[in-house]
């Protein structure tokens, strides 16, 4: 069965904080795993997707790494800023169920 | 290039009641899912249709189906609505790779707040 967790579940830090949220799949058949935002109300938006066959995947300020091994994946976050606050989820899409299955999501609070 | 569209934003029903929500994707896009949101219960996968044909389905009861258009389309229906139904219901479309992978990003509307009373 198909699995995801999030830790922490909620994350407070100051403005100009690097960070790392993580994400731990069960899938092992996993064919790519995506890390998307969401703002209080509204729906995801996508950060990074990174394939099966990739270890990471950055855009901008954001870095996300993939390990299929250990079933992990994080995304790390330079430079926090107030407007990065948002529930960060992650999702496996597993090849076998074509379904993305998500986590509970990391509640970030960047503090000015 | 127009985002995926969802209609009604808000919605306020009562036990018994049926609903049905409305989703357009991006055009192009042939594959429409489905996800419920609840804060006790996070993101869950409702279904996902490709071509008219539903691919896939999440364990959630009879009550809740949907269809998919010749235009891609799709509408998801619930009976009987339960007080456990108020969620936000997102809609996500994409364009699938071969053999039907999702190989880039879904992209998703930004759903339809369902309130039971």
């Known amino acids: 069965k198909q699995e995801v967790t999030q830790i922490p579940a909620a994350l407070s830090v100051p403005e100009g904080e690097n960070l790392v949220l993580n994400c731990s799949f069960t899938?092992?058949?996993?064919?790519?795993l995506q890390w998307f935002r969401q703002d209080p109300g509204k729906g995801l938006t996508s950060l990074l997707l990174?394939?099966?066959?990739?270890r990471e995947q950055t855009s901008g300020r954001l870095n996300a790494s993939l390990d299929k091994s250990s079933g992990r994946s994080t995304l790390y976050i330079a430079a926090s800023q107030p407007g990065d606050s948002a529930t960060y989820l992650c999702?496996?899409?597993?090849?076998?169920?074509?379904?993305?299955?998500f986590g509970t999501g990391t509640l970030l609070a960047v503090q000015p | 290039k127009a985002g995926v569209t969802q209609t009604p934003r808000y919605l306020i029903k009562t036990r018994g009641q049926q609903v049905t929500l409305s989703c357009s994707p991006i055009?192009?896009?042939?594959?429409v899912s489905w996800y419920q949101q609840t804060p006790g219960q996070g993101l869950q996968f409702l279904f996902e249709?490709?071509?008219?044909?539903?691919?896939n389905k999440g364990n959630f009861p009879g009550r809740f189906s949907g269809r998919q258009f010749s235009n891609s389309r799709s509408e998801m229906n619930v009976s009987t609505l339960e007080l456990g139904d108020s969620a936000l219901y997102l809609c996500?479309?994409?364009?699938?790779?071969?053999?039907?992978?999702?190989?880039?990003?879904?992209?998703f509307g930004p759903g339809t707040r369902l309130l039971v009373l």
């Open positions: 055009s192009g896009h042939r594959s």
């Open positions: 999702a496996d899409y597993g090849g076998a169920t074509n379904k993305l299955i």
């Open positions: 899938d092992s058949a996993i064919y790519n």
């Open positions: 990174i394939q099966s066959s990739q």
């Open positions: 996500a479309s994409s364009s699938l790779g071969l053999a039907g992978i999702l190989q880039e990003t879904q992209y």
């Open positions: 249709y490709f071509s008219e044909t539903q691919r």
